[in-house]
């Protein structure tokens, strides 16, 4: 079965810390994500990696970093929180795009969620 | 822009009855894939269906099924005889080459009550 595990369910953070978001998944997938989630917004796409020590900007990067030194895990780094980081934060994996168009490997597989409250 | 739509914000019916949710989307891409994912309490979205752009053909998975229509660029989906355990948020979702790289781009969500 596929597994993506978030480190946290939930966490409560003060303004100006330093915030790590632990994601691991045991599919061997080349391609991790991280999203954040508000109401009205859907899901917005905040960075994402192909491979070990690769990383891409997503839809919304900024206030955020990320690190991945393993395949298995994927790091989103809030440098110094701020209240408008208070989300819920979704981390996906997936294989490595091979002509995925015409293979069933383009799926997303998502862990539980991440909700950070930032006071 | 590649975008997809969920007009539908929330929707709450009584169990048993059909209900359906919307989804449309805007590409210029001509190959390109469609999700449904749910998403219950627990937090964690859940895959449902991938559709390509190649096939129309709609699909039935039990009281599940999803109408793709590409002339009007919409990938809805009904669920018949609908149970208190559909009750969740229910996405959709294009994927898009955005920067040469493969993406998900999601709709807002539709919350789905379903009251005993």
């Known amino acids: 079965d596929v597994k993506v595990t978030q480190s946290s369910r939930y966490l409560v953070k003060r303004t100006g810390e330093k915030v790590f978001l632990e994601c691991v998944q045991d599919m061997d997938h080349e391609n991790m994500f991280w999203y954040r989630q508000d109401p009205g917004l859907g899901l917005r796409l905040i960075y994402f990696s192909y491979d070990v020590k690769m990383k891409e900007k997503g839809d919304i990067p900024e206030g955020y970093s990320v690190s991945r030194e393993k395949k298995e895990r994927f790091s989103l780094i809030l440098e110094s929180a701020s209240t408008n980081q208070t989300s819920m934060y979704l981390c996906?994996?997936?294989?490595?795009?091979?002509?995925?168009?015409?293979?069933?490997?383009?799926?997303?597989?998502f862990g539980a969620g991440t909700r950070l409250s930032v006071l | 822009a590649q975008k997809v739509t969920q007009a539908q914000t929330e929707i709450s019916v009584v169990e048993k009855e059909d209900v359906t949710l919307d989804c449309v989307y805007e590409t210029r891409d001509t190959t390109y894939y469609l999700f449904w994912y749910k998403q219950p309490p627990s937090g964690e979205l859940v895959f449902l269906i991938r559709r390509n752009s190649f096939d129309e053909q709609n699909e039935i998975s039990g009281r599940y099924s999803w109408n793709f229509q590409k002339s009007t660029s919409s990938f809805n989906f009904t669920i018949t005889a609908s149970q208190v355990v559909d009750s969740a948020v229910y996405f959709c979702a294009l994927s898009a080459i955005i920067q040469g790289a493969q993406k998900l781009v999601f709709g807002q969500g539709t919350r789905l009550t379903i009251n005993p």
């Open positions: 996906a994996s997936r294989p490595r795009r091979q002509g995925e168009e015409r293979e069933s490997k383009n799926i997303q597989y």
